[in-house]
């Protein structure tokens, strides 16, 4: 069965940095989309940022473009680092993966087959 694992949420202060890694357990990242999804309390699930595998195009959102930076590290591990945080980047974030032949749109949810647990990250001013 194929898995994603988050880790590295936590608690940093405004203008800190946190890096969220993303672990596939029974698969590979190859030919898959890789994408980050986060929601804050009483919000709806936000897209933040994609990479496509097949030519290693990378997406972000406008309220992250700048500040967060998408990557894979190898065959198994994806990472997200996140700098230049802000109090507004509170929630929970999600990894995801999405078969690259047949997803469409990076930023709706439903182009994506596989999801992590989602882990913590806490913004404070």
């Known amino acids: 069965q194929r898995q994603l694992v988050e880790s590295g949420g936590g608690l940093v202060q405004s203008g800190g940095s946190l890096r969220l890694s993303c672990t596939a357990r029974?698969?590979?990242?190859?030919?898959?989309?890789v994408g980050w999804f986060r929601q804050a309390p009483g919000k709806e699930r936000e897209w933040v940022s994609t990479f496509s595998n097949q030519d290693g195009t990378t997406y972000y959102a406008k309220s992250v473009k700048g500040r967060f930076t998408i990557s894979v590290d190898n065959a198994n591990t994806a990472s997200l680092q996140m700098n230049s945080l802000k109090p507004e980047d509170t929630a929970v974030y999600y990894c995801a993966a999405g078969w690259d032949f047949t997803m469409a749109d990076v930023a709706r949810e439903n182009e994506y087959e596989n999801w992590g647990q989602g882990t913590q990250v806490t913004v404070s001013s």
């Open positions: 029974g698969f590979t990242f190859a030919s898959y989309a």
